[in-house]
Each structure stands twice: as C-alpha cells, then as structure tokens.
C-alpha cells in the first residue's frame, strides 16, 4: 500500500469533520438504522482521530534532533569501510580472507553480492522448472548497518596482517566509531519507537477496514446517496469530500 504524508491524514480528518458537519445540519433526516453511522459515534470517531494525531504532533519534534544526528554520524560509515576494505586488500592476505570480509561489506554498503536477475532470466529459469530464489539486498536499516559493521570490526580482529599505519583505520578506531553509531541509534530509537506506535495507532483509528474513520466515511457517503438522491444538493456537498485509505 502506498504511504501518506502526515498532511494527508490530516486533511482525511478535517474532510471527515466536514462530513459531520453536513449530516449534522441535516439531522431531521438523517437517521441510519446502522449505530456506526449515527453522529455520537461520528464524533467518538473524530475525537479520537484529533487526539491521535495531536499525540503525533507533540513526538514527533522530539525526534528530529536525534534522527538528524543519527543520520548525519551514519553518513560516513560506507565510504570508512571501503577504505578499511582497500586496507585490507594490500595487507597481504589471500583472496580468501578478503572475500569473507567483502561479503560483510557488501550489507554495510547495501549491495548484491550478484547481480539482481532479469524479468527474462526469471522466465528462462521457470521454463527450465528451476525455482528463483532471490535474497533481499537492502540491510541498510540502522540496526543492521550496525551489525554488520560490529561482525566486520570482529572479523578483522582476527586477521593478523590487518595493521593499517592510518590511526582512524585501525580497529581500535573503528570500535569506538561503533560505540558512537550505536549510541546515536539508541538515542534516536528511544523517542522514535513511541512516534512509530503513536502513527500505528493513528492508522487503526482512520484506516481499519469497516469500523475506521475512512470505511465510515464512505458509508455515510452512501446512505446520503440512499436517502437524498445523487442530484440532491445534500449529496452534492458531501461527494466532493475525498476520503482514501492508505
């Protein structure tokens, strides 16, 4: 499914108050014999909805700072392990060893190990009755990053011709360049994990099948339909409110 920005759930909940607004105005008529659809459950709906996304307003300023020091000591983390990779590769050690070091690399940097197969090559290969296997290459998630960096820093503690001359490239240097990596993911993590659960919340509230703010809009939408007719003025008004889910 295709995300939303936070202005678009935004604008789904002003749209749905205007809905409230117009079935409110014309409550004389207005009688669903379905309880979801009555006002008081239209407006339980919406308080929740405000409340959801007011939650998400006041987290989400205490993430930025964290996020954007999070990110920016990411920055340099792949082009250091290519440099500690051309270390690696005139220290003497066989093809072996740098290969079982590349493979780490490879997640670090967030490439294929071979290239990603072809539409053409997938048939050729179904044709011949072979099944296609294809192992995701994307480990660029920060947790992963940082695993695969600490198992790299691990594996190089192991190689004894891995002396590098340069201070930064020695793994001494790295494991506190580690230490900082995880420091900054923890940080940005402890204030991120409550704005995930509160945006998690807010989505259940507009967008869970039959019961959400979204599907009940769209109910209302069609007993107004139901009730007045498509060339009424009444439907007119409350047709030209979109209402998506996600």
């Known amino acids: 499914m295709a995300s939303r920005s936070e202005t678009g759930h935004v604008t789904t909940v002003s749209n749905f108050d205007d809905l409230i607004q117009i079935v409110t105005l014309h409550a004389d008529k207005y009688n669903p014999s379905n309880p979801a659809l009555k006002i008081p459950n239209l407006n339980s709906i919406s308080s929740q909805a405000h409340q959801s996304i007011n939650f998400i307003n006041d987290l989400a300023p205490k993430y930025t700072i964290p996020a954007a020091n999070r990110e920016d000591a990411f920055k340099p983390l792949s082009k250091l392990c290519t440099r500690v990779m051309n270390a690696l590769k005139v220290s003497g050690v066989s093809d072996t060893v740098t290969d079982g070091a590349q ?109 959400g703010l979204v599907d009940t809009a769209l109910d209302v939408k069609k007993y107004i339909l139901s009730v007045f007719g498509a060339p009424s003025p009444e439907y007119r008004k409350i047709n030209k409110l979109a209402f998506h889910n996600q």
């Open 103 to 211: 493979t780490i690399n490879r997640k670090i940097q967030g490439e294929r190990a071979t290239a990603k197969k072809t539409e053409k090559e997938k048939q050729a290969l179904l044709e011949q009755g072979k099944e296609i296997h294809e192992i995701s290459s994307s480990q660029l998630s920060y947790d992963n990053r940082l695993d695969n960096f600490d198992k790299l820093i691990k594996y190089l503690n192991n190689v004894p011709e891995y002396t590098p001359n340069e201070d930064e490239l020695k793994t001494v240097a790295l494991k506190q360049v580690y230490i900082n990596l995880q420091d900054k993911n923890a940080a940005a993590k402890e204030v991120g994990e409550p704005l995930t659960n509160a945006r998690i919340v807010r989505n259940k509230i507009l967008y869970t099948p039959k019961t």
